[in-house]
Each structure stands twice: as C-alpha cells, then as structure tokens.
C-alpha cells in the first residue's frame, strides 16, 4: 500500500503525525461526499486469470459405476482495493475511478461480474465433484486526490495511492475464463449420507 502523502494548501498548519488521517478516514469521505475526490492518473495493468473458486453445488455419487449429470453453476465477481475492502457496484467510489479509467482509455472499468449456466459433469463411485471457475481480472492502479472546503487534519488536500481488483470481460489481453471440474473421494461423514435410503445406490446434488 502507498504510504498517505501530504500537500498543504499555503499558510495552513501543519498537521502533527497523530492528526494524520488513515487511508480508510479519506476514502470514507471520498465515499460519503464529505470529500470532493478524483482518482488521479490511472494505470491499468494486464489482463490476468484469477484464482479458481468453487461455483456450484457438490454432486455425490452413491452408485457403483460413473454419474454423468448437468450441474447448474453461477459465480459473482466483484471488486477490491488495496486493503481487501470491497468495492461496491453502484457506489461513489467506483463511479469516480469508473470516470477516470474512461476517460484515459476510452473504454469503461467494470466493478462486477455475474455469470451462471450449466456444464455436464463425471464423478466416479465414492467421489464427490463439483465446478470451479477462474475470472479474467486486471489491475487498475491511481491516487486518491481528497479535497476539502475547510481544513481538515490540518490541510485542504490529501493524497492516497491505491490499486484496485476488479473482474475484465472475457478475452481481455487474449485471457480467458475457465471452467473445471474438481473431484475428490468422499469423507466418511459423506459415506454416511449414502446409507440413507433417500441416497442409496443414487447421485444426488447438495
């Protein structure tokens, strides 16, 4: 994280290293309004493939030869910034970088992403299986240019670097989304479900 520099507006007092406001005191007025903010200078870094993530449901199967089913997934990405805090489709901060990102590149910065669909899947005798899937995300880094009508913690203006997390639309940088599907063998506690006469000898979904 970038360290919070200061710039004082002529003949304001300087402001002592405990009157210092915190990066999350200047993005909550950057939030609210108390602050008048721009994201300054941003760059947006390369496309790249997020990690896996679990999507669905688990498919058990309690027979003895292979389930063959259609599983229904849905996955929403969002955004975070440099401290893992959200960034909230809708909100003043993802309105002042959306303007920003625009109007450097010409091209629009997406805070969230929501996909679902259905994908066939296997899981041998005993295993559980279930869909993982990666989201395309890129990186958009800037400063946080707070301006305030009246002083505040001594200046008018503060400055914060920050880097946001966000989703980017398939294909972005030639990367892509990606699907899966991961298995494993069934607990013992699972191996229980089976027994049940709801489960026996059948592949079920929970």
Not at 18 to 36: F, M, N, V, W, Y
Not at 46 to 71: D, I, M, P, W
Not at 135 to 155: A, C, E, F, I, L
Request: charged share 15%.
């Amino acid at each position: 994280m970038a360290a919070v520099g200061v710039l004082a507006l002529a003949g304001a007092p300087s402001a002592a290293a405990d009157e210092q406001p915190t990066r999350q005191h200047l993005l909550a007025d950057c939030a609210s309004g108390i602050g008048k903010c721009t994201f300054n200078s941003p760059t947006v870094g390369k496309a790249y493939r997020g990690g896996f993530h679990k999507v669905s449901e688990n498919l058990f199967n309690c027979s003895s030869s292979n389930a063959t089913q259609s599983v229904t997934w849905s996955d929403t990405v969002g955004s975070s910034d440099s401290l893992g805090v959200s960034v909230t489709t809708g909100g003043k901060i993802a309105g002042i970088v959306d303007l920003s990102v625009t109007a450097s590149y010409n091209h629009s910065w997406s805070t969230s992403h929501s996909e679902s669909s259905s994908l066939t899947m296997t899981v041998q005798p005993g295993e559980v299986g279930w869909i993982s899937r990666a989201q395309v995300m890129r990186q958009v880094s800037g400063t946080w240019q707070t301006h305030y009508d009246s002083p505040k913690w001594g200046h008018y203006y503060w400055f914060v670097g920050d880097t946001i997390t966000s989703p980017a639309a398939n294909g972005t940088d030639g990367v892509t989304n990606a699907l899966v599907v991961d298995t494993r063998k069934m607990t013992a506690a699972e191996k229980r479900l089976c027994s049940s006469a709801a489960h026996r000898g059948k592949a079920f979904a929970r």
